[in-house]
Each structure stands twice: as structure tokens, then as C-alpha cells.
T-cell receptor
């Protein structure tokens, strides 16, 4: 079983709408949680990184939340744009190093 | 893609052939990583290097080899022992291999078997 589970697997929304992507993890001990955006055929780009003590972090129209007690995170995208179409990957780091466990991603498509 | 370059963008491998994927960074990062990405799966770590002349196996190192002779370069060789090499290969780097450092990814190399 994957230690980082993301939902939904895919999502289609209209331009200008908001959406929320979910991430549940079982990685332990927990160090930090990251969200990456990956355009098709490109490398992932970091959006946010949160430690145990942080419960929200924003990067422009992207806002990530973290509940370390329930081991859940969400990524909220506000006023979506066509350029937001991509895979959004939740990544969890174990305590003590920089080895990462990757989720399989949520494929987001923004349409006119 | 930051200051990380990967080449080639596409690579074709014949049966029994070794191929080498290039990864170069000009970010002065100590740590470098190689990942493999397959459809429907999360990225998996092949090898990583915390410093020049040092590297460790990741979760799926069998059939791969690396070297780290220079700080800026971390080439990955896919050997003939890797029976299912078709995948998207991503190189990444970070300031160090410690805790909160962001990993910056290159644009990737897609390897296909003829």
C-alpha cells in the first residue's frame, strides 16, 4: 500500500473555479510535506513545503493545509487558469533526511 | 527547471545495450538524485549522492549505475541488466541532503526500448 495516497485521481474544472486536492499519508516519522506541480513531459516544480508545526502555507493562488494529527493535507487552487492544468504531486519526507515518498498525483484539467 | 539540465530529451535503447543519461547542475548543490517515473506510480528513487565521490542506492537501484566525479554532474547508466527500462527519468538536486531542502528537478529524459 502506497504510504502517500492522493484523491481524486483526476479532476476537470472550468476556468475561474476553485478546487481542492487531497493527500493522506502514513509515512512515519514525519518531517515535512511538499506539493509539487508537474506539467506533462516536464520535471516537477515545488509549490509549498510545510513542517509539523505549520498548518497552512500559500504560494499565490495555491494554498496548502496540513493536519499532522490526522495525517492529511490539501491543496486549494483559487480562480483556476488554463495553465493550472497539470499533475499535482503530494510528497512526504521522513524524519532525519531528504528521502521523499511520492504520491501518484492528481491530474487536473482546466477547461474553458 | 532551475539550473538543472538533462540530456537527451529522448533516448532509445536496443536490447543488451548500456545507455547513459546526463544530468548537470549549476546551482552549486551538494546533493543530487535520480528518480524513475512510470505511469500510475509515484516517483521512485534510483540513486542519490550527498557529496562528490559518494553515492548510495535508492529503492530501485538494480540494473543502474552512477558516478559523481564532479559536483555539477551525476550521470546515470541504464545497464542491460535492467529488464524494464522504459520510463521517464528525472534528475534532481538540493543544497544538501538534509531535512527541509527543496529538491529542484530537471526536465527529464524519456527512455524507450527498440
Amino acid at each position: 500500500k502506497n504510504q502517500v495516497e492522493q484523491s481524486p485521481q483526476s479532476l476537470i474544472i472550468l476556468e475561474g473555479k476553485n478546487c481542492t486536492l487531497q493527500c493522506n499519508y502514513t509515512v512515519s516519522p514525519f518531517s515535512n510535506l511538499r506539493w509539487y506541480k508537474q506539467d506533462t513531459g516536464r520535471g516537477p516544480v515545488s509549490l509549498t513545503i510545510m513542517t509539523f508545526s505549520e498548518n497552512t502555507k500559500s504560494n499565490g493562488r495555491y494554498t496548502a493545509t496540513l493536519d499532522a494529527d490526522t495525517k492529511q493535507s490539501s491543496l486549494h487552487i483559487t480562480a483556476s487558469q488554463l495553465s493550472d492544468s497539470a499533475s499535482y504531486i503530494c510528497v512526504v519526507s521522513k524524519g532525519g533526511g531528504n528521502k521523499l515518498t511520492f504520491g501518484t498525483g492528481t491530474q487536473l484539467k482546466v477547461e474553458l | 527547471d532551475g539550473g538543472i539540465t538533462q540530456s537527451p530529451k529522448y533516448l532509445f535503447r536496443k536490447e543488451g545495450q548500456n545507455v547513459t543519461l546526463s544530468c548537470e547542475q549549476n546551482l552549486n548543490h551538494d546533493a543530487m538524485y535520480w528518480y524513475r517515473q512510470d505511469p500510475g506510480q509515484g516517483l521512485r528513487l534510483i540513486y542519490y549522492s550527498q557529496i562528490v565521490n559518494d553515492f548510495q542506492k535508492g529503492d530501485i537501484a538494480e540494473g543502474y549505475s552512477v558516478s559523481r566525479e564532479k559536483k555539477e554532474s551525476f550521470p546515470l547508466t541504464v545497464t542491460s541488466a535492467q529488464k524494464n527500462p522504459t520510463a521517464f527519468y528525472l534528475c534532481a538536486s538540493s543544497i544538501s541532503a538534509q531535512g527541509l531542502e527543496t529538491q529542484y528537478f530537471g526536465p527529464g529524459t524519456r527512455l524507450l526500448v527498440l
